[in-house]
């Protein structure tokens, strides 16, 4: 353990700071930078890293419990790459780590959908 500095930031949807602190303490060095994403309402977040190379996380927040949600991946020409559900979810933030050391390098579109509700951002892969 070493004194670093940390700083905490939160964001609403937006992207504007609606908090920033910062502290020096008693932290592993090798910690990152943590951005806490504070959310109302049913997002697609920028995936981490981007670019991104092998693999990527893709982070989204739903609004109410017991609502099933599809990520779906396209390749930048339409072809679908990945399609996923997930079931029944709780309220919040959900992680999906995409493994994609089989796919080439490109841009790539993530679709969220729930219901009538659609989201959609856009990854780099680097190899």
Do not use: C, R
């Not at 940390?6 to 303490?25: A, G, R």
């Not at 910690?31 to 995936?47: D, H």
């Not at 190379?53 to 990945?82: A, C, K, M, P, R």
């Amino acid at each position: 353990m070493n004194t670093a500095y940390y700083i905490v930031k939160s964001y609403t949807n937006n992207h504007n700071i609606i908090s920033n602190q910062s502290n020096i303490t008693d932290v592993p060095t090798n910690m990152a930078e943590k951005n806490i994403i504070v959310n109302n309402s049913f997002e697609l977040n920028k995936n981490y890293p981007n670019p991104f190379n092998s693999s990527t996380e893709i982070q989204f927040y739903v609004e109410e419990s017991g609502i099933d949600v599809n990520l779906v991946i396209y390749n930048v020409i339409g072809e679908l790459i990945l399609y996923k559900s997930f079931e029944n979810l709780n309220t919040g933030n959900h992680l999906f780590n995409w493994d994609s050391k089989t796919n080439p390098s490109g841009i790539y579109i993530f679709k969220l959908q729930s219901g009538k509700k659609v989201k959609v951002s856009k990854g780099l892969l680097v190899k």
